[in-house]
C-alpha cells in the first residue's frame, strides 16, 4: 500500500548548525509534499510544500529538495535556532485524495 | 479570520460512553479529515470526507463514526466500541480541486476515566 518512510526519528544539532530530514514514498503517482511542524500539545503548522514538478525550493532558513526518480524528499533547516525544537512531518499527496503522513521527527536545538 | 476550530480542547469519557468532538471550518474547503496520535507517534487517518453526505474510512475506522451534512461540520463521534479511544485527535481540511496542504485545527485531547 501507500507508504511514507521518515528519518531520523529523533534528531539533535547544535545551534546554529543544519538539519536535515529524509522522507521517501511509495506511490509513483503523488504530486505534493508538504512539511509540518508541531508543536506540544498544538496542531501541525504547514511550514513548505513542494510540487513534483519543482527539485527545489527555498523560504529563508528552510528548503525542500524533491528527486522524483529516486522518489525521496527532504527538509533542510539551516542556522537553526531554539524554537526550530518541535516535532516535524513530511507527507505525500496520493492518489486516493488524501496526504500520507511519515512517522515524525523530534528536533531539538541544543543551545 | 478564516480558520477550523476543534471543540472542546480537553475531553473525559467514562469506559462505556460515546462521545462527539466538534469540528468546524469557515474556509470554504470542500475535504475534511479526522486523524489520531498517540504520544509519540505519527497521525494516523480515521475517516475523510471530500464532499457533503459522503465520506470514507480512513486505516484506522473501527470504533468511530463521522456524518458530513454540511461542509463546514465534520464531527467525529467516538463509540463505547473504541476501546483505547485516549488519545489526541486532530481535525483537518484542504481545498478539494488541487492538492494543498491540510489547515489543522488545534485539537482534542481525549481521555478515558
Known amino acids: 500500500g501507500e507508504n511514507v518512510e521518515q528519518h531520523p526519528s529523533t534528531l539533535s544539532v547544535q545551534e546554529g548548525d543544519s538539519a536535515v530530514i529524509k522522507c521517501t514514498y511509495s506511490?509513483?503517482?503523488?504530486?505534493?509534499f508538504p512539511w509540518y511542524k508541531q508543536e506540544l500539545g498544538k496542531g501541525p503548522q504547514l511550514i513548505i510544500d513542494?510540487?513534483?514538478?519543482?527539485g527545489e525550493k527555498k523560504d529563508q532558513r528552510i528548503a525542500v529538495t524533491l528527486n522524483k526518480t529516486a522518489k525521496h524528499f527532504s527538509l533542510h533547516i539551516t542556522e537553526t535556532q531554539p524554537e526550530d525544537s518541535a516535532v516535524y512531518f513530511c507527507?505525500?499527496?496520493?492518489?486516493?485524495?488524501?496526504?500520507?503522513f511519515g512517522s515524525g521527527t523530534r528536533l531539538s536545538i541544543r543551545p | 479570520d478564516g480558520g477550523i476550530t476543534q471543540s472542546p480542547k480537553y475531553l473525559f469519557r467514562k469506559e462505556g460512553q460515546n462521545v462527539t468532538l466538534s469540528c468546524e471550518q469557515n474556509l470554504n474547503h470542500d475535504a475534511m479529515y479526522w486523524y489520531r496520535q498517540d504520544p509519540g507517534q505519527g497521525l494516523r487517518l480515521i475517516y475523510y470526507?471530500?464532499?457533503?453526505?459522503?465520506?470514507q474510512k480512513g486505516d484506522i475506522a473501527e470504533g468511530y463514526s463521522v456524518s458530513r451534512e454540511k461542509k463546514e461540520s465534520f464531527p467525529l463521534t467516538v463509540t463505547s466500541a473504541q476501546k483505547n479511544p485516549t488519545a489526541f485527535y486532530l481535525c483537518a481540511s484542504m481545498p478539494g480541486n488541487l492538492p494543498y496542504g491540510y489547515t489543522f485545527g488545534s485539537g482534542t485531547r481525549l481521555t478515558v476515566v
Open positions: 507527507g505525500a499527496y496520493s492518489s486516493a485524495s488524501k496526504i500520507i
Open positions: 470526507s471530500q464532499i457533503v453526505n459522503d465520506f
Open positions: 506511490d509513483s503517482a503523488s504530486n505534493y
Open positions: 513542494i510540487r513534483s514538478n519543482v
